[in-house]
């Protein structure tokens, strides 16, 4: 089992353009969490999904920022037109249900916008 | 929503001593409380959690205490040693089982 898988694992980008975060859950992980780490900061919840629906995005921003759980593939992270406050540690974890199992999490993106 | 708070926010200890890391929550239904470790520039990784329904729980050098009534909860580590030098992250699941909230961290630095 290969872990919780994200890639890439640093993201350059010049401000306006557009970041897109992969997230692929452990074999058998149907739950995915998103969280935001600024530099020495805590981890801060942005979105829950689970296959093909959201299932809780109170901490995503309403602009710009966007998510999903495709039936086939990882997990996507989008944010559009990036700025310098953007950049951040995304982590990605998953778990096999609700979060009263462990959720493990993924190496994270390193998202730098310059 | 749930807030989390910790305390202290840095923690220096000399290896061998004890080292004691604290959290509160505010939602009295919440009912798993895991702790991270994150070393720099890695992922955080669970090193222990405790449910609501044990007031302890043990893993060798590592314990965790819940006091729902007063709704805090506590790391304990004992004999630190360098390698225990991390940041630490408490966490309060919320009742519907869908969210962690983190608390603030623990820069917890272990001096030889």
């Known amino acids: 089992n290969a872990g919780v898988m994200q890639n890439p694992r640093h993201l350059v980008r010049r401000r306006g353009q557009e970041a897109r975060l992969r997230c692929s859950p452990m074999k058998g992980h149907s739950h995915v969490y998103w969280y935001r780490q600024l530099p020495e900061e805590g981890l801060k919840f942005m979105v829950y999904l689970q296959k093909e629906n959201i299932i809780d995005e109170s901490g995503m921003p309403k602009e710009r920022f966007s998510a999903e759980f495709p039936k086939e593939g990882p997990s996507i992270l989008r944010i559009q037109q990036v700025v310098r406050g953007d950049s951040a540690a995304y982590f990605c974890?998953?778990?096999?249900?609700?979060?009263?199992?462990?959720?493990?999490f993924g190496q994270g993106t390193r998202l730098t916008v310059v | 929503g749930e807030n989390v708070e910790q305390h202290p926010s840095t923690l220096s200890v000399q290896e061998g001593d004890s080292a004691v890391i604290k959290c509160t929550y505010s939602?009295?239904?919440?009912?798993?409380f895991p702790w991270y470790k994150q070393e720099l520039g890695k992922r955080p990784q669970l090193i222990i959690d405790i449910r609501s329904n044990v007031g302890e729980k043990k893993d060798q050098r590592i314990a965790v205490t819940l006091n729902k009534t007063a709704k805090h909860f506590s790391l304990h580590i004992t004999e630190t040693q360098p390698e225990d030098s991390a940041v630490y992250f408490c966490a309060a699941l919320n009742n519907a089982g869908n969210m962690l909230t983190f608390g603030g961290g623990t820069r917890l630095m272990v001096k030889p």
């Open positions: 974890a998953s778990s096999p249900a609700f979060l009263n199992t462990e959720a493990f």
């Open positions: 939602d009295s239904a919440s009912n798993y």
